[in-house]
């Protein structure tokens, strides 16, 4: 039984890295994070640490692969996307393998090739899926996303300030991706740090990304409103910006209304008697 499991995972694996059809590679990847969530990372670690092994060599981390060939781009996408399903897997259960990983998608950040898909997956670190539940007997730790986020959060605003302007967006992307599924509680701890790199992610031409960065931004200003009181007037500014209708990475019309919420809390908090109305 067990070797059957090692093999279907192994398989499975070399499948989702020759996979071109994105509907078909979704369910790869899910059991993929499956098979090693419920047994593999307990009983046949080795096997994983493999697999794993072998995603990264099919990524590299040379800074100047810049110019790979459509095949090898598509095959270091696949193996991108892999190496984050199983990074979900052993995030999940608090694993120890979880922390390497993240430290090695963490610089892949930088990258000039990689950056910007790395960011991007970030969100699957986080987002749930009915399948990878506890209902389907998968393994969670409580407080996962706590120990999640506490890692990530300070090593993306430590490399943030250090960053090259081209790569910086992809920290924010990143940050933003973490935060569309975290829970408040665990965010509001974080905010005296993350809210400068917060409200550069409203500049960015990513309605995703102001999308995730927004909802913080208006609870921190419900919540922890003297966490922004050096920060009122650009977070105004930049909030009126998102709504400027020849800003084509901006909400559609009829979402505009997300907007006014935060808007009229900093009003708020300012003391000023005039609302913002759609």
Same mark, same amino acid.
């Given at each position: 039984?067990?070797?059957?499991?090692? $093999?279907?995972? &192994?398989? +499975?694996?070399?499948? @989702? =890295?020759?996979?071109?059809?994105?509907? /078909?590679? #979704?369910?790869? %990847?899910?059991?993929?994070?499956?098979?090693?969530?419920?047994?593999?990372?307990?009983?046949?670690?080795?096997?994983?640490?493999?697999?794993?092994?072998?995603?990264?060599?099919?990524?590299?981390?040379?800074?100047?692969?810049?110019?790979?060939? $459509?095949?090898? &781009?598509? +095959?270091?996408?696949? @193996? =991108?996307?892999?190496?984050?399903?199983? /990074?979900? #897997?052993?995030? %999940?259960?608090?694993?120890?393998?979880?922390?390497?990983?993240?430290?090695?998608?963490?610089?892949?950040?930088?990258?000039?090739?990689?950056?910007?898909?790395?960011?991007?997956?970030?969100?699957?670190?986080?987002?749930?899926?009915?399948?990878? $539940?506890?209902?389907?007997?998968?393994?969670?730790?409580? =407080?996962?996303?706590?120990?999640?986020?506490?890692?990530?959060?300070?090593?993306?605003?430590?490399?943030?300030?250090?960053?090259?302007?081209?790569?910086?967006?992809?920290?924010?992307?990143?940050?933003?991706?973490?935060?569309?599924?975290?829970?408040?509680?665990?965010?509001?701890?974080?905010?005296?740090?993350?809210?400068?790199?917060?409200?550069?992610?409203?500049?960015?031409?990513?309605?995703?990304?102001?999308?995730?960065?927004?909802?913080?931004?208006?609870?921190?200003?419900?919540?922890?409103?003297?966490?922004?009181?050096?920060?009122?007037?650009?977070?105004?500014?930049?909030?009126?910006?998102?709504?400027?209708?020849?800003?084509?990475?901006?909400?559609?019309?009829?979402?505009?209304?997300?907007?006014?919420?935060?808007?009229?809390?900093?009003?708020?908090?300012?003391?000023?008697?005039?609302?913002?109305?759609?």
């Amino acid at each position: 039984m067990t070797g059957d499991i090692q $093999s279907l995972f &192994t398989g +499975l694996v070399d499948w @989702s =890295l020759r996979e071109s059809d994105p509907p /078909t590679r #979704a369910v790869l %990847l899910v059991h993929i994070s499956l098979l090693a969530n419920k047994w593999l990372l307990v009983s046949h670690r080795d096997t994983v640490q493999e697999a794993i092994t072998k995603l990264q060599n099919q990524l590299g981390t040379n800074q100047d692969s810049t110019s790979l060939s $459509s095949d090898n &781009t598509s +095959l270091a996408n696949n @193996s =991108l996307n892999t190496l984050f399903w199983l /990074t979900k #897997a052993a995030i %999940l259960r608090n694993d120890p393998l979880s922390t390497p990983l993240l430290n090695h998608l963490l610089s892949l950040l930088s990258h000039p090739q990689y950056g910007l898909p790395t960011a991007r997956g970030f969100s699957i670190l986080v987002s749930p899926h009915e399948l990878l $539940s506890v209902d389907n007997f998968i393994v969670i730790r409580l =407080l996962h996303k706590q120990r999640l986020f506490a890692h990530c959060s300070q090593e993306l605003v430590a490399a943030f300030l250090k960053a090259d302007s081209k790569v910086r967006p992809n920290y924010l992307i990143a940050l933003a991706g973490l935060l569309k599924h975290m829970p408040t509680e665990v965010i509001m701890p974080q905010l005296d740090v993350l809210l400068p790199l917060l409200l550069q992610s409203l500049d960015l031409p990513d309605a995703n990304v102001k999308s995730a960065s927004l909802e913080v931004v208006l609870i921190t200003l419900q919540e922890a409103p003297k966490t922004v009181e050096g920060h009122v007037s650009s977070v105004i500014n930049r909030l009126v910006a998102c709504l400027a209708p020849n800003q084509p990475a901006n909400p559609p019309v009829r979402d505009k209304s997300f907007f006014f919420k935060p808007i009229n809390a900093a009003n708020s908090f300012l003391y000023l008697p005039t609302n913002v109305e759609n």
